[in-house]
């Protein structure tokens, strides 16, 4: 006899652009399935772009459009949270993010039925704000399973915040192989006026300080100084540091050649068009970007925080420099624009290790499993997990 399927509410802050909303999109669209593993998607905030596309694809998306500091915003989503899960509809919470984290946990206070809650932490943390950080630590008992997107984010989530290891479990990044599709980064570099001889360098991420757009002008500033070739400056991303850093660039010279894109539904053609990706960042848990440019054969250069060396490999996927040195990061840049040849192998390099490390397969079906575990369900037939790996291989 079948059993019923498993009915998951997805808890975020936002659907806007982003990693983890790219990444939880991922993930629905790879395991729902109506009868078998069935979401429904809340944001904490706004519907966004990414909660758009969702419902577009048949996706229950709920938006609580809660506004404000870290108590308002947690406290009136546990309150709408509270109201989903009184009607019963759900055996498990996959929450995303530490204010989504809290919401739900709270949001089972005093219930008789409660449902499985699986927290997942995808930064290190270190910069977030105290009161954050604090009712996170307070709440985590409550949650059943504490998935970390990386073995640093773990490492540092067991010692800081005391979480028992037993109950941490690493599920890692992944997405899919994307076919290439260089024609398409030849029309948009034709649309931005770059010509063929010009070296690309993509920023892809939040224009925000711990992703460190500020560290890329200034090394791109420093770089202008050097004898290299021609190069033009991508940021696709936005975020409350957009006119600052635009000042940042007239400041330094080089406004002429970065371009600020801002938010994009469609990154490929972008990646398509780069011929390098970087990674500035002041704190990363496992980067999205990397894995997007890797998925393309493009080499990246990052600076050596959090996960990321879990993703780039110094001088076989791309390059590493210390964080919060520009003229490190200028002279990483300065050897890629220097060495066709060399972007080439790390690119051919990384789009192996994403297939067999990184793979959109190997995350959902490690998820489903996770599911699985909590909910005790050992069916004797074809799993969920199997079915969803399945289903994301596109067999």
Known sequence: MNEKAIRVLAVVNSLDYGGTERMLERMVLA????????????????????????RARGIEV?????????????????????????????????????????AARLAQLGLKRRAVLISSE?????????????????????????????????????????????KV????????????????????????????????????????REKGPDLLLRALGALSDRPVGR???????????????????AALG?????????????????IEAADLLVLPSREEGLPVAPLEAMARGKPVIATDVGGTPEVV????????????????????????LEDPALRVRLGVRGLAVLR???????????IAALYEELLGRRPAQETVGQAALLRASGE
Do not use: Y
């Not at 034709?190 to 690309?200: D, F, M, N, Q, Y």
């Not at 067999?356 to 490690?366: H, K, L, N, P, T």
């Open 231 to 249: 190069w033009r400056a991508l940021l696709v991303g936005d975020g409350p540091e957009r006119e600052p850093l635009r000042r940042l660039a």
């Open 169 to 208: 479990t690493v599920i890692l990044n992944g997405i899919e192989i994307a076919a290439p599709r260089p024609a398409t980064g030849t029309r948009l570099r034709k649309r931005l006026g770059i010509a063929p001889s010009e070296v690309v360098i993509l920023a892809l991420g939040r224009l925000h």
């Open 356 to 366: 067999a490390e990184f793979s959109i397969e190997r995350m959902v079906g490690q």
């Open 62 to 102: 709920i938006a609580l459009g809660t506004r404000g500091g870290v108590i308002r915003v947690v406290g009136h989503g546990a309150i709408g949270i509270r109201r989903l899960l009184r009607r019963g509809r759900f055996d498990l919470i996959h929450s995303f993010l530490p204010r989504s984290n809290c």
């Open 254 to 270: 080089i406004q002429d050649r970065v371009v600020f894109a801002g938010a994009r539904r469609r990154v490929g053609p972008w």
């Open 122 to 166: 995808r930064s290190l943390g270190d910069t977030r704000a105290p009161g954050t950080s604090m009712m996170n630590r307070l709440t985590h008992r409550m949650s059943n399973r504490v998935v970390a997107v990386s073995a640093a984010v773990r490492d540092r989530i067991v010692e800081r915040d005391r979480i028992p290891p037993g």
């Open 313 to 336: 490999q110094h001088g076989e996927t791309g390059l590493l420099v210390p964080a919060e040195d520009p003229r490190a990061l200028a002279a990483g840049l300065q050897r890629l």
């Open 31 to 54: 395991l729902h399935e109506p009868g078998r593993l069935e979401f429904t998607v809340c944001s904490l905030g706004g519907v966004g772009p990414i909660g758009q596309r969702l």
